[in-house]
């Protein structure tokens, strides 16, 4: 079956600091790949996407390459800021599987700290 | 404009009732899901409806039961509530025919069964 697998945190970061969150999947088909971000208290937002190898997603200075030789998909951003503290979701959806439904991986909480 | 909205935000009630959580989005698409969110922010699919047709059913326990009156609208009714029950749930919509589709996420229903 379809899985997700991102590092568990949490990750705390001073501000202007490097993110990285691992994230690697395992597919029977020809998934696509997203990133979701969960403020406090509410729902899922996309963040970000990637539909195919080599495909680049980014978004408010996030980024994440689709890795199909790795099957991975990291969440990158090269200075983050107070309001970037969240819950990190990394999300397959495969095209073999009926009904689009997203698989997603454990959840990254960020801290970035003034 | 909400886009995806759920009613009630919090629910709090005794193991053994019935309760049922509505969901509605205005985002005229034609797939919208259940998702379970447990007390360690995993997150989980439990329903898929297409077209208020029942698409994905991922082994939850029949004590479940999602309705959909029509493609705006996905409701879930619990029956004999457990413990184990406690989650937030979120709905989500998207639009059908392509695994890249972004779902749109409620704000959650937080649900504590004492």
């Known amino acids: 079956g379809n899985s997700v697998t991102q590092m568990e945190g949490p990750v705390t970061l001073s501000e202007e600091a490097f993110l990285t969150i691992n994230c690697t999947y395992t597919?029977?088909?020809?998934?696509?790949l997203f990133w979701y971000v969960q403020y406090p208290g509410e729902g899922l937002q996309l963040l970000l996407k990637?539909?195919?190898?080599?495909d680049k997603g980014s978004n408010k200075g996030f980024e994440a390459t689709y890795r199909k030789e790795t099957t991975s998909f990291h969440l990158e951003k090269g200075s983050v800021q107070v309001s970037d503290s969240a819950v990190y979701f990394c999300?397959?959806?495969?095209?073999?599987?009926?009904?689009?439904?997203?698989?997603f991986g454990g959840g990254t909480r960020v801290l970035v700290k003034p | 404009d909400t886009a995806v909205s759920q009613t009630p935000k919090y629910l709090v009630t005794q193991m053994g009732n019935d309760k049922s959580i509505k969901c509605e989005q205005n985002?005229?698409?034609?797939?919208m899901y259940w998702y379970k969110q447990d007390s360690k922010k995993f997150l989980k699919i439990m329903f898929s409806?297409?077209?208020?047709?029942?698409?994905i059913n991922e082994t939850v326990p029949n004590r479940f039961s999602p309705k959909s009156p029509d493609k705006a609208h996905l409701n879930l009714h619990i029956n004999s509530l457990e413990l184990g029950d406690s989650a937030v749930y979120f709905c989500?919509?998207?639009?059908?025919?392509?695994?890249?589709?972004?779902?749109?996420f409620g704000p959650g229903t937080r649900l504590t069964v004492l």
């Open positions: 999300a397959l959806s495969d095209s073999k599987a009926a009904g689009n439904k997203l698989t």
């Open positions: 597919a029977t088909g020809y998934p696509s």
């Open positions: 989500a919509s998207s639009t059908s025919g392509s695994s890249y589709n972004e779902q749109f």
């Open positions: 985002l005229g698409h034609d797939t």
């Open positions: 409806y297409n077209n208020k047709e029942l698409i």
């Open positions: 990637a539909t195919k190898a080599d």
